[in-house]
């Protein structure tokens, strides 16, 4: 990854995105972050912010982790996808 690594946060709670946002400063200090909660959001920031890795929260009232996993397939394949939450149910997917 790059020196300064872009890190798009796919979350709906502020709280947790700070979480999240202080978790990777630790192991990556130089990242510039980017938080959203929507799919065009997601869509727009996947063009313009063009992240080094996605972070995303698995459940969502608007947008869910399994969504936007989705459309990073199709639009950002080769961009690595990390699926992260407090709760999920430990069947698999």
């Known amino acids: ?9 796919v979350e709906d709670l502020p709280t947790d995105a700070l979480l999240v946002e202080h978790e990777v400063r630790e192991v990556l200090p130089e990242s510039t972050f ?7 959001d997601f869509l727009a920031a996947l063009d313009s912010f ?4 996605i972070l995303s929260d698995y459940s969502m009232p ?12 199709e639009h950002v394949p080769d961009t690595p996808f990390l699926v992260i939450t407090g709760s999920i149910n430990e069947k698999p997917l």
């Open 1 to 9: 990854m790059p020196e300064q690594t872009k890190v798009l946060i």
């Open 50 to 53: 063009q992240p080094d890795v």
């Open 62 to 73: 608007e947008f869910d982790g399994l969504s936007a996993l989705k459309l990073a397939q």
């Open 34 to 40: 980017l938080v959203v909660d929507t799919a065009p």
